[in-house]
C-alpha cells in the first residue's frame, strides 16, 4: 500500500486522530470518575490520580520517544508506543484495584506519549514555518473535538459498560490507529543522529534548546494555558455531577461546548497564520486568555457566593469557559509553531521538551483542582485564573521579543 502524501486531508485525519490519543485518554474517562470512587470505595482526590498518573506518563517519557525518534525516525518508534498503548488499555479494563488502575495509567500515558511527541516532529520535518502553523491549526481543530465528543461518548457507555468498558474502547482506538500507521505513514526524518541518544548529547541538546531565546518561554505558556484547562476537564465532572447535579450522559454536553468553540478557533487561526504574525497573533491572544480567566474566576466566585445551583450558576461557570477555549484554540498552534522553530535540528527533542512541560502543566492542575475541590465552582475559577494569568505574564515577560514577527 501506498503511503499517504503529507498536507492531504487523509494524511491529516490520521495524523489528527494519532495526537489526539494522549487527549482522549483523559477526556473519556472524565464522566467515569466518581463511578471508578464508588466502585474502589476511594475518594474523589484519588479518583482523579487516574488522570494525573496518565498525564505523568506522557511527560516522563517524551524526552526519550523525541531522542529515540531522531536517532532510529519517527515510525518505528510511534509504533512500539502504540502497541504499549493498547495492552496497558486491556490491563486498565481489568485492574483489581484502584492502586493497580494507577499505576496501569501510567504506563498507558508512557505508550500515549510516543504519538504526541512524533506527530508535532513530523510536521516540523516535513513543512515550513507558516505551513507547520497551519498544519498544527488543523490538527488543533481535529484535538479539539475530542473534549466535544469523548465525554459524551464516555457518558453514554458508562450504563452499558461500566467503566471498564470505557478502557476497552481506548485499547480498540489505539490498535486502529497503530494498524493504520504502520499501513500508511511513511518515514520523515530526512537525517538520522546516531548520537541522538547519547546522554551528554542528549543533555546538550536539551540545554540548546532551554538556553535558545524564547522557546523556554514559549513552553511556559503552554505549560499554564493548557495546564488550566486540563484542570477545569478533570474538575468539572465532580462539579457538574455532584454540585449541580447533571447526569454522566448530559455531563459530556457541557465540555462539548468548550470543544466546539475551540474546533471553530483552531480552524481561524489557520486563516490568520495567512495574514498575521506570530507575535501579532499572541500579543492579541494572550491579552484576551488573560481575561477571560479573570472572568471564570469572578463568575465561579459569584456563584458560590449566592449559592446558585441551578441553570444560572451553571451558565457563570460555562460561559467565560467558552472564552478562555476560544484563546486556547489559537494560542497552542501559534506558541508550539514559536517554540520549536528556531531549533531544526533537533525537533525530536524540542517536541518532547514541550510536549513533557504541557503535560506536567496539566497534571500538575489536575492535581491542584482535586486538592482545591471544596464542594463548590469556585475550583474552576482559581484554576483557570491561575492558568491564563501564568500564560499572560510568560508571554509578557519573556516570550513576546522573540515571537517570530515574519511571515
Not at 502504540?82 to 500515558?109: F, H, K, M, N, S
Not at 446558585?308 to 460561559?319: C, D, E, N, T
Not at 489559537?330 to 508550539?336: F, M, V
Not at 482545591?372 to 516570550?399: E, R, V
Amino acid at each position: 500500500m501506498r503511503h499517504l502524501k503529507p498536507g492531504t486531508s487523509l494524511f491529516t485525519l490520521l495524523l489528527g486522530l494519532l495526537i489526539s490519543l494522549q487527549l482522549l485518554g483523559v477526556a473519556i474517562t472524565l464522566p467515569v470518575l466518581p463511578s471508578i470512587t464508588a466502585s474502589f470505595n476511594s475518594t474523589p482526590e484519588a479518583a482523579q490520580l487516574t488522570i494525573s498518573a496518565f498525564l505523568a506518563g506522557i511527560a516522563l517519557s517524551q524526552l526519550i520517544y523525541g531522542a529515540l525518534s531522531d536517532r532510529f525516525g519517527r515510525k518505528p518508534i510511534m509504533l512500539g508506543g502504540l502497541a504499549l498503548y493498547t495492552l496497558t488499555g486491556l490491563g486498565c479494563a481489568l485492574a483489581p484495584d484502584i492502586e493497580w488502575l494507577i499505576g496501569l495509567r501510567v504506563a498507558q500515558g508512557i505508550g500515549a506519549a510516543s504519538a504526541m511527541v512524533i506527530v508535532r516532529a513530523m510536521v516540523r520535518d516535513l513543512f515550513e514555518r507558516q505551513q507547520a502553523v497551519q498544519m498544527m491549526g488543523r490538527l488543533g481543530s481535529m484535538i479539539a473535538v475530542m473534549p466535544m465528543l469523548a465525554p459524551l461518548l464516555g457518558g453514554w457507555l458508562l450504563p452499558l459498560t461500566g467503566w471498564r468498558g470505557i478502557f476497552g474502547v481506548l485499547a480498540a482506538t489505539s490498535l486502529i490507529a497503530l494498524i493504520a500507521s504502520a499501513s500508511l505513514l511513511g518515514e520523515s526524518i530526512r537525517h538520522r543522529d546516531p548520537m541522538a541518544t547519547d546522554p551528554r548529547r542528549l543533555l546538550a541538546n536539551c540545554r540548546t534548546f532551554v538556553t535558545t531565546p524564547g522557546c523556554l518561554a514559549f513552553v511556559m505558556i503552554i505549560f499554564f494555558a493548557n495546564g488550566g484547562m486540563y484542570g477545569y476537564s478533570a474538575t468539572s465532572s465532580f462539579v457538574l455531577m455532584t454540585v449541580f447535579g447533571v447526569s454522566s450522559a448530559n455531563y459530556g454536553w457541557f465540555l462539548g461546548m468548550t470543544g466546539l468553540v475551540m474546533v471553530g478557533s483552531s480552524l481561524l487561526s489557520e486563516r490568520i497564520a495567512r495574514h498575521w504574525t506570530i507575535r501579532k497573533t499572541l500579543s492579541v491572544i494572550m491579552t484576551m486568555m488573560l481575561l477571560s480567566g479573570l472572568a471564570v474566576l469572578a463568575c465561579t466566585l459569584i456563584a458560590t457566593r449566592f449559592e446558585l445551583r441551578g441553570p444560572a450558576g451553571i451558565a457563570l461557570m460555562i460561559v467565560p469557559m467558552l472564552f478562555y477555549g476560544f484563546t486556547l484554540g489559537i494560542q497552542y498552534p501559534n506558541a508550539i509553531a514559536a517554540a520549536l522553530h528556531p531549533v531544526p535540528a533537533i525537533s525530536g527533542v524540542a517536541s518532547a521538551i514541550a510536549g513533557s512541560a504541557q503535560m506536567l502543566g496539566a497534571g500538575l492542575f489536575v492535581w491542584l483542582g482535586g486538592r482545591l475541590f471544596d464542594g463548590t465552582p469556585s475550583t474552576i475559577g482559581y484554576t483557570i485564573a491561575l492558568g491564563g494569568t501564568g500564560a499572560f505574564l510568560s508571554y509578557w515577560l519573556f516570550g513576546r521579543r522573540h515571537a517570530p514577527d515574519k511571515h
